[in-house]
């Protein structure tokens, strides 16, 4: 079982900067996939960036160039520094992980934190 826990976000300006992280632990595995995905209030949960066990990164394009995600040696941390952001980027944030390859469906990633909610105003 894989546990994860969120940490960061809040209320910002546009234009301005968070930094969320993410914390694993449990049974990770080196070839895992770990990643963003967000959600907004009666929409469908949707990819923000994924790496893979290898350092495969995938950014959707709504973020790329304002986002970066990291990944810790061992594994088991993750962070996404967001800059430029948006109104648009108002969401609830959610770290996701799986075993094996990364995946673009929220729904083939089995575990999940417990969100931490971005407001860009």
């Known amino acids: 079982h894989v546990q994860l826990v969120e940490s960061g976000g809040g209320s910002v300006q546009a234009g301005g900067s968070l930094r969320l992280s993410c914390a694993a632990s449990?049974?990770?595995?080196?070839?895992?996939?770990m990643g963003w995905f967000r959600q907004i209030p009666g929409k469908e949960r949707e990819r923000v960036a994924t790496?893979?066990?290898?350092?495969?990164?995938y950014y959707t394009p709504f973020v790329q160039g304002r986002f970066t995600m990291t990944r810790d040696e061992d594994k088991k941390g993750l962070s996404l520094q967001m800059n430029s952001l948006k109104p648009g980027d108002t969401a609830m944030y959610y770290c996701?992980?799986?075993?094996?390859?990364?995946?673009?469906?929220?729904?083939?990633?089995?575990?999940w934190g417990q969100g931490t909610q971005v407001t860009v105003s």
């Open positions: 996701a992980g799986r075993n094996g390859a990364c995946h673009v469906n929220w729904r083939n990633f089995p575990y």
């Open positions: 449990g049974d990770t595995y080196m070839d895992s996939c």
């Open positions: 790496m893979d066990g290898y350092g495969g990164t």
